[in-house]
């Protein structure tokens, strides 16, 4: 099986950044990454932009922003935020669907990395 930093950077993530976060311990930068899985933010996104809550949409993609962030894990922070400042600026946007869309993709990835990282279990 690949190591957990090949793994990493095959992902497109910031493995020295994240380790770093994480003082270099690996089990508890998975641990803290199983969590991301039970975080709520998604759906609240999905929610929000379907009601036209701009306020709260741009809330949940703060969160997820700073989740993805301090994961490391950069293609999905960045599909996040390519959404998020619009929603900060309150930007009557009719690429909404589209940039959520790309969210939920790259939030597939993450979990297809998940699987990886957790030897394909």
């Keep these: 099986m690949p190591e957990f930093r090949e793994l990493f950077e095959a992902y497109g993530g910031d493995y020295d950044t994240a380790m770093r976060r994480f003082m270099g ?29 701009l ?3 741009f809330e949940a993609a703060h ?3 700073g989740m993805a962030g301090n994961m490391g894990l950069e293609p999905f ?5 390519a959404i998020m ?10 690429d909404y669907p589209a940039l959520y869309n790309g969210i939920l993709s790259e939030h597939k990835k993450v979990e297809a990395f998940w699987v990886q990282l957790n030897g394909g279990v």
């Design 85 to 94: 400042e619009p929603l900060r600026a309150k930007e009557e946007y009719g």
């Design 25 to 53: 311990n690996e089990g508890m930068y998975l641990k803290c990454f199983g969590m991301l899985f039970q975080d709520k933010n998604l759906e609240k996104l999905g929610k929000a932009l379907s009601s036209g809550d």
């Design 55 to 57: 306020q709260a949409a």
């Design 77 to 81: 922070s960045e599909a996040v935020c």
């Design 63 to 65: 969160t997820l922003k």
